[in-house]
Nanobody, 127 residues
Framework: QVQLEESGGGLVQAGGSLRLSCAASGRTINRYIMGWFRQAPGKEREFVAAVSVSSTNTTYADFVKGRFTISRQSAKNTVSLQMNSLKPEDTAVYYC????????????????????WGQGTQVTVSS
């Protein structure tokens, strides 16, 4: 089974950028659809972005479109989330997740489509 570990979180001012990385071990990340979710204190976990196995397809939550970019780095067995123009409301713990259902049938915005999760990395955006 694949294991996932996020890194790259931290404290940044509003308008700044961060790049989160999700490193996979145990299996190649290229056999899974990959997603990023986030959870703020007192709120439910919410979808941020997802990428298909081939990287041909991506999908984003409306609130990050044009600001965040998900991508695979196959040679490094990682998936990243480049976050630009950060806002205080982006403050949350960010999680990466792996799923095995085909992109054509999967509902990538739903947490229960993913079977493996990382421990999360904290992102704090100050105003």
């Amino acid at each position: 089974q694949v294991q996932l570990e996020e890194s790259g979180g931290g404290l940044v001012q509003a308008g700044g950028s961060l790049r989160l990385s999700c490193a996979a071990s145990g299996r190649t990340i290229n056999r899974y659809i990959m997603g990023w979710f986030r959870q703020a204190p007192g709120k439910e976990r919410e979808f941020v972005a997802a990428v298909s196995v081939s990287s041909t397809n991506t999908t984003y939550a409306d609130f990050v479109k044009g600001r965040f970019t998900i991508s695979r780095q196959s040679a490094k067995n990682t998936v990243s989330l480049q976050m630009n123009s950060l806002k205080p409301e982006d403050t949350a713990v960010y999680y990466c997740a792996a799923g095995s259902r085909p992109w054509m049938v999967v509902r990538p915005t739903l947490p229960n489509e993913y079977h493996t999760w990382g421990q999360g990395t904290q992102v704090t955006v100050s105003s």
